[in-house]
């Protein structure tokens, strides 16, 4: 099987996250995958600084291919929400149901994920799919919150400082760490995820504010909060898409 490494580097402060695959051959290429991963093939004794210069090159058309992924990401999740839908809520799968109503409310019962829809747009499949996205993204942030307030005590010790947090519509990441700007973003479907992936992807990203790059290091200081980290990154990757963290 094919080795390929896994690293990143911040450009304008923004963490790019990249896969290295190494042949034999004398030049270095670049390409995004199909599923949004940027790939570096280049000769196997190429070292990480000539890698990392050859991307900052390239900074601009990087940038821009990440902003327009993120796009086309958005513009593909506009598909009707009928009932009966599947949903996914913190690990659980769950029926849509979509009724009428004076004004619109999303409530959560045993089975179900029942979306209130003022009368006149009931009908609307994309407003539906609105109404839910703001209603998702909310739930992200509170969820999202918690935890890294729940984790921020517990590495007070270790100097972490409580971060600001956004909910991003990411592609190909589950979070993301600026530590210059005392920032972390996570993806809006983060919280479709069980708890515990949650808790191991807020862990992650706070262990950047100690250590910048994924060394032995870095690990062992999220084993610290997450001993088994492995598998929950193992479930994120199987059961809910092969995304970076």
Not at 68 to 74: A, G, I, V, W
Not at 136 to 147: D, S, V
Not at 205 to 223: G, R
Request: a positive charge.
């Amino acid at each position: 099987m094919e080795k390929i490494e896994e690293s990143w580097l911040m450009l304008d402060d923004k963490i790019i996250y990249y896969y290295i695959k190494r042949k034999k051959i004398k030049n270095m290429y670049m390409r995004f995958s199909l599923d949004g991963k940027l790939v570096i093939t280049t000769s196997k004794s190429c070292s990480l600084e000539r890698i990392e210069g050859f991307i900052k090159t390239k900074k601009q058309w990087i940038i821009k291919q990440i902003s327009l992924q993120e796009k086309n990401s958005s513009d593909k999740e506009r598909i009707e929400l009928i009932n009966d839908s599947n949903l996914y809520f913190l690990g659980r799968k769950y029926k849509s149901k979509i009724i009428s109503g004076k004004v619109n409310d999303i409530k959560i019962s045993e089975e179900n994920i029942i979306l209130t829809i003022k009368e006149k747009y009931v009908a609307n499949a994309e407003y539906i799919k609105k109404v839910y996205e703001e209603w998702l993204k909310k739930e992200c942030l509170e969820t999202t919150i918690k935890y890294v307030e729940v984790y921020y005590e517990k590495m007070k010790k270790y100097n972490i400082p409580f971060p600001d947090v956004y909910i991003k519509k990411f592609k190909s990441r589950w979070g993301c760490c600026t530590p210059k700007k005392n920032k972390v973003e996570f993806a809006v479907n983060l919280v479709k995820t069980p708890v515990e992936c949650i808790e191991y992807v807020i862990v992650h990203e706070l262990a950047h504010f100690k250590y910048i790059h994924h060394d032995n290091n870095f690990y062992n200081f999220v084993s610290i909060f997450i001993p088994e980290w492995k598998k929950k990154r193992e479930m994120l990757n199987k059961k809910y898409g092969r995304l970076v963290v």
